[in-house]
């Protein structure tokens, strides 16, 4: 049986932690953040992370259900970072990719948090929050409600996906990514034209791309390509005018 939260009034700690500090659910979020970072993706426990605030593991379970509980608390986090760097500026397609790079850039700041939590729907108050700003750009542009769920879904999910993919690369060594990004040069750029035409030709090209995250050029391919639809779609959403029937004179003539 999952353990009871106790209610944000009566979970505050009276006294400060051995650090000074009084435990709320931002702290201890903040904290994993830093533990995560220290640690990687797998080396998130109670034990680590009350030790690292200075409190009994225990008490982290007055505050989250459990660690499963605080990984979708830390999702959220970063769900909302992104929010909070981003202005809606009324131009849905320049605001779409803002927001875009906004989430992708607030998960890879946190790689390891990113590897854990990218997966993840939360259902807390700032990811909704993210999810209605998404949808209310798009239905404010004139999306009739399913294609704007239908861009909605490809771009939070493009978002997400390159965020961890993306991240899982950060989240490497410094030296096990320098070698992946080594093999286009070392080992693509080789390969001879004989056998491998079409790599041998685009080799140097490959090398100076490969290292990037294509995410950018995604999130503009996903956004033309609602943009391309959007005049249909405006055209389906207006109502049908309805036709009247001509005026008559009293005796029934038209």
């Known amino acids: 049986m999952p353990k009871q939260v106790v209610p944000e009034g009566a979970r505050r700690r009276r006294r ?3 650090q000074g500090s009084v435990l709320s659910e931002t702290l201890i979020v903040h904290t994993a953040l830093r533990v995560l970072k220290e640690h990687g993706s797998t080396g998130l426990t109670a034990r680590r992370l009350g030790a690292a605030l200075g409190a009994d593991p225990s008490t982290l379970y007055r505050y989250f259900a459990g660690m499963d509980d605080l990984t979708r ?8 970072r992104a929010l909070d760097d981003w202005t809606a500026t009324g131009h ?3 605001d779409l990719r803002a927001l875009g790079l906004a989430i992708h850039a607030s998960y890879l700041a946190h790689p390891q ?7 993840r729907v939360t259902g807390r108050p700032r990811e909704i929050a993210v999810d209605e700003a998404i949808l209310g750009v798009l239905r404010v542009a004139g999306f009739p409600d399913a ?6 879904h490809a771009f939070i999910d493009s978002s997400l996906a390159f965020a961890a993919l993306d991240a899982g690369s950060l989240a490497l060594t410094d030296e096990a990514r320098e070698a992946d990004d080594e093999m286009w040069s070392s080992t693509y750029a080789r390969l001879p034209a004989d056998t491998h035409p079409h790599i041998a030709a685009t080799a140097r090209l490959l090398a100076g791309r490969m290292t990037q995250s294509a995410y950018p050029v995604v999130l503009d391919t996903l956004l ?7 005049p249909t779609a405006r055209r389906r959403r207006r109502p049908a005018r309805t036709q009247q029937a001509p005026a008559s004179d009293p005796g029934g003539r038209p």
Request: aromatic residues 6%; charged residues 10%.
């Open 16 to 18: 400060p932690t051995r």
């Open 73 to 80: 608390a830390i999702g959220e986090e970063l769900m909302g």
């Open 92 to 94: 849905w397609q320049a």
């Open 113 to 119: 948090a990113a590897v854990l939590t990218a997966s």
């Open 147 to 152: 294609t704007a769920v239908g861009v909605y």
């Open 224 to 230: 033309n390509a609602a943009a391309a639809r959007l």
